[in-house]
C-alpha cells in the first residue's frame, strides 16, 4: 500500500483507527432468539427444522396462555401413535434451522396436538403383520434392496394442523403480532376477503380468499398424503417455514391458521375449528 493510501491518524480534529468487523449483513429478529418472543417469529419442535409462532392463546379450562401454531410445527407430524412425539417434549425458539439448540433453546413443551391422519397407514393387526413378514422374507432372496409394506386406506379426514404447547415462562412470550400489532377478534372468513400474515419465512404478505369449504389432499412427506376438508384456499403468500402463521383480515380479525400451500396457493384451517378443536381462545 502506498503512503497516501493510508488513512491518516486524525480527519479534521477527529481521531481515526481501524477495526476488522468482517462482512456486515442485516440480521432477520424473526429467525433469531427473542425473549421475549412474539407471533411471526421462527419456532419449532425439537425434531423439525423451523415453522412459525402463530398466536397467543388461552386454555378455556385453566386460563393458561399456550403457543399455538401446527401440528407439523409443535408435534412433528404425529397422529399421536407413531412416536414421532410425545406431550412433555422441547419446543426451541428459534427453529433447529435457524440455530436454535434442543439443551437451551426451549421456550416451551408441546401439551396438546390433534393427529394428523395420513391417506394409508400400516395397520398394526397380526394378520397384515405375518402376511408382510411372509412375503418379504420370500423376496430378500431375490430382491435385497425391496421390501413390501401392507397399507390400508384411511377413511379419516383432518379438519385441523394446529397444536398449542405451555411456555417454560408466561412473561417471556408477548400476543402482539411481530409487524402487524395486537389481534383485534375472530371473523368468518368469506370469499375474496382480503387477508394477511406474519410469518417466519416470507415476513408480512398479502392476499385474498380464492375460495372457502375446500377439501383438499395435501402432500404431509415426500411419501404420504392427507386428506383436509372444509378449508380456506388463498392466493400466493408463503413458503416453507411460514407454517403456523396466524391468517388475519385487513383489520387484524384472525381468520384462520396456515398449514400448506405452493407456488399458487396457500391453505389455511377455519379459525373456529382450530379453537374447538384445542379447546382454546384468543
Not at 397380526?126 to 384411511?154: D, G, S, W
Not at 415426500?222 to 407454517?243: C, K, N
Amino acid at each position: 500500500m502506498r503512503r497516501e493510501q493510508l488513512i491518516p491518524k486524525r480527519v479534521d480534529g477527529i481521531t481515526t483507527d481501524v477495526f476488522e468487523v468482517g462482512d456486515l449483513r442485516l440480521f432477520n429478529g424473526r429467525t433469531s432468539l427473542q425473549r421475549p418472543a412474539q407471533p411471526g417469529i421462527s419456532i419449532g419442535h425439537y425434531k423439525i427444522s423451523a415453522g412459525t409462532f402463530g398466536a397467543v392463546v388461552k386454555d378455556r379450562s385453566s386460563g393458561d396462555l399456550l403457543i399455538l401454531s401446527n401440528n407439523h410445527v409443535l408435534a412433528n407430524l404425529t397422529d399421536g401413535s407413531d412416536g414421532r412425539a410425545e406431550i412433555g417434549d422441547p419446543i426451541i425458539q428459534p427453529g433447529i434451522f435457524d440455530g436454535g439448540e434442543k439443551d437451551t433453546g426451549a421456550i416451551a413443551h408441546l401439551m396438546r396436538f390433534v393427529p394428523l391422519y395420513r391417506e394409508t397407514y400400516s395397520p398394526q393387526c397380526f394378520i397384515a403383520r405375518y402376511f408382510e413378514k411372509c412375503v418379504n422374507t420370500c423376496i430378500r432372496y431375490y430382491k435385497p434392496h425391496y421390501r413390501i409394506q401392507v397399507l390400508r386406506n384411511n377413511d379419516k379426514v383432518n379438519l385441523v394442523d394446529c397444536a398449542v404447547a405451555r411456555p417454560v415462562d408466561p412473561s417471556q412470550i408477548l400476543p402482539d403480532i411481530y409487524e402487524i400489532g395486537p389481534i383485534a377478534g375472530v371473523k368468518e372468513p368469506y370469499l375474496a376477503m382480503p387477508i394477511k400474515k406474519s410469518g417466519r419465512s416470507t415476513g408480512v404478505t398479502k392476499s385474498i380468499i380464492l375460495a372457502t369449504d375446500v377439501t383438499v389432499k395435501v402432500f404431509m412427506t415426500s411419501r404420504e398424503y392427507g386428506v383436509f376438508a372444509d378449508q380456506i384456499i388463498a392466493g400466493p403468500m408463503s413458503m416453507p417455514g411460514d407454517s403456523g402463521s396466524l391468517i388475519l383480515s385487513e383489520d387484524n380479525c384472525a381468520v384462520g391458521l396456515l398449514f400448506a400451500g405452493s407456488e399458487q396457493a396457500t391453505i389455511f384451517n377455519r379459525l373456529d375449528n382450530v379453537l374447538e378443536a384445542l379447546n382454546i381462545s384468543l
